[in-house]
């Protein structure tokens, strides 16, 4: 494993693959512009084009990368996961279009002082250049809205949709620029992120939104659970929704006071009939008004499943470690369980809550423990001074170096248990997380 900042690589990790084709990639690009007019331009003109290159193809990937395409899950091991590798690539390739224009405006320094600094707006002569000053500003007033959070979630989501119009911008750039990115051969190569990229925006912009199968359904029941969780029960319109417990889907809610924004929920099955149940926690602007405006009777549509966190794939010693939230995909597992009792697994569950009020479920998981002696529960409180941590595990689960473990919850919570599990003779191989921050 290498590790670069706080970004691990494995050889069978999707980001070393990324970097590798990545490599593989400009090497190629390098020698198709080998005899060509780029070669014998100033010394810095190869490598400041290589920067745009190199970004546009990250860009290019962190764009299909956003489609939630099912099969990549399959790929990468989880939604979550492909949406970490989206998020880092988009930041990575931004960086590197961010250094190619400052490097291309190096050829006139020291003379030309005044057209170094001007060199990034769009004020020249050729349409290529100034296409590639537009896409350049606009991916610098998104993000820099995105990494301040100026906005709102939703609104946010809205302005986010404008990439694919930088996307567009740096295409055409690149298009136009045929004759200064060296042969045909090395412009041809520039087409296959650029096709990667389109095809991206056309799955999530257009085919998602116009063409997708997505599951209506009929809210028929909210029941409050505390005083900021409540349930809600789902009719589907149409057939019954094959899932397995546990996984997510992107819901849309129409009625009254609610805003149609899709969000992620993690869904449960019912153990008396054929609804599902979502638990919503009012956390942000969309939850708390979902908390607060939902009633039986409103509508929507539902697009999955999506998840790889699976209890039935792992063996048959295993740990689980919630917190807050995120005990719903476990929550989802017992209710499952109730009705095959699969023999042979043992489990030790960790329940992690800050106040005492919060463990709204630790009663359905504690009478599931007595009907099914494997399973041990441990409610730890922090209010109370019962924080989980390494030690905990390991006095009340022995060796845990046979052990698989599930985690869902706060990412410090998950991040400090994931760095600690491999002392203790767990390799990451054997350590399943789903990302608390992404619902």
Not at 11 to 28: D, E, G, K, N, T
Request: a positive charge; proline letters at 4%; charged letters at 15%.
């Amino acid at each position: 494993m290498w590790k670069i900042g706080k970004c691990s690589f494995t050889l069978r990790s999707p980001i070393f693959l990324v970097v590798v084709s990545l490599c593989i990639y400009l090497v190629i690009w390098f020698l198709a512009t080998i005899g060509t007019a780029l070669c014998h331009c100033w010394p810095l003109k190869n490598w400041a084009t290589s920067l745009g290159v190199a970004g546009y193809y990250l860009f290019s990937f962190s764009l299909l990368l956003s489609t939630r395409w099912r099969k990549l899950e399959d790929w990468f091991g989880g939604l979550d996961q492909i949406y970490h590798l989206h998020s880092k690539l988009g930041i990575w390739g931004f960086c590197l279009i961010l250094l190619h224009p400052w490097a291309e405006a190096l050829k006139w320094l020291p003379d030309r002082i005044e057209k170094f600094i001007f060199f990034t707006l769009p004020i020249h002569g050729r349409l290529s250049v100034n296409l590639g000053s537009y896409a350049y500003w606009l991916m610098l007033l998104i993000l820099g809205i995105t990494f301040l959070k100026l906005l709102s979630y939703n609104k946010w989501k809205i302005l986010h949709k404008f990439m694919s119009l930088v996307f567009l911008l740096a295409s055409l750039h690149i298009i136009l620029s045929d004759k200064r990115v060296g042969s045909e051969f090395a412009q041809s190569i520039l087409y296959l992120p650029m096709s990667i990229g389109f095809l991206g925006i056309f799955y999530k912009q257009i085919y998602i939104p116009f063409f997708a199968k997505h599951s209506s359904f009929v809210v028929t029941k909210v029941k409050n659970i505390n005083d900021n969780i409540i349930e809600v029960i789902l009719s589907l319109k149409e057939e019954p929704l094959k899932f397995i417990p546990g996984q997510y889907g992107f819901f849309t809610f129409y009625g009254p006071s609610l805003t149609t924004e899709s969000h992620p929920f993690t869904l449960i099955e019912s153990t008396k009939d054929s609804t599902i149940s979502l638990l919503v926690k009012a956390r942000g602007d969309y939850t708390i008004n979902l908390y607060q405006h939902i009633k039986k009777g409103d509508i929507g549509i539902f697009e999955g499943p999506y998840g790889r966190l699976n209890y039935n794939q792992a063996g048959t010693s295993q740990i689980w470690i919630a917190g807050g939230i995120g005990v719903v995909p476990f929550l989802a597992w017992i209710r499952a369980m109730k009705r095959t009792f699969p023999q042979g697994i043992k489990i030790d569950f960790y329940y992690c809550i800050h106040r005492e009020a919060d463990a709204v479920f630790y009663r359905e998981f504690k009478e599931f423990s007595k009907a099914y002696p494997d399973f041990r529960i441990f409610l730890c409180c922090s209010e109370k001074g019962n924080k989980l941590n390494i030690h905990k595990i390991i006095e009340f689960s022995g060796n845990v170096s046979n052990k698989q473990v599930f985690m869902c919850g706060p990412l410090k919570l998950t991040n400090d248990f994931k760095a600690q599990f491999p002392t203790y003779g767990i390799s990451n191989d054997n350590i399943f997380v789903e990302d608390f921050e992404f619902f």
